[in-house]
């Protein structure tokens, strides 16, 4: 998608502060922080969001949520806990309309969230 931002971060159009990269995602901090750690991770294929994940898509879903296992452990929060985050939809907070899961840590994160 040409006007996707994070299409636009994958292919060096727009800088991004990289954690981890490798042939099927991305991880990058968040320009906007909610919590002392606050990352995004994207598919490099690009799907709107997750009423777009089907049969042929869906195991980037189990690989995203692997990535972000190895992450929280390389960065010393795996144990004390964390939080991940996907937006489904304008009503529910999604404005970049490329799917995506925040990973907030490193603070209590209180229940029911906002």
């Given at each position: 998608m040409e006007?996707?931002?994070?299409?636009?971060?994958?292919?060096?159009?727009?800088?991004?502060?990289?954690?981890?990269?490798?042939?099927r995602v991305l991880a990058f901090y968040d320009v906007?922080?909610?919590?002392?750690?606050?990352?995004?991770v994207i598919p490099k294929e690009h799907i709107e969001g997750a009423n777009a994940i089907t049969g042929e898509n869906s195991s980037i879903?189990?690989?995203?949520?692997?990535?972000?296992?190895?992450?929280?452990?390389?960065?010393?929060?795996?144990e004390e806990g964390y939080r991940i985050v996907n937006n489904c939809g304008e009503k529910a907070g999604q404005t970049v309309?490329?799917?995506h899961f925040h990973v907030l840590a490193r603070?209590?994160?209180?229940?029911?969230?906002?």
């Open positions: 006007d996707c931002i994070f299409c636009k971060i994958i292919k060096r159009e727009i800088p991004a502060n990289i954690i981890y990269e490798d042939e906007d922080p909610k919590a002392p750690f606050h990352m995004l879903v189990g690989y995203i949520f692997e990535v972000i296992a190895k992450i929280a452990k390389e960065q010393g929060f795996a309309h490329h799917i603070r209590d994160l209180g229940w029911p969230p906002g």
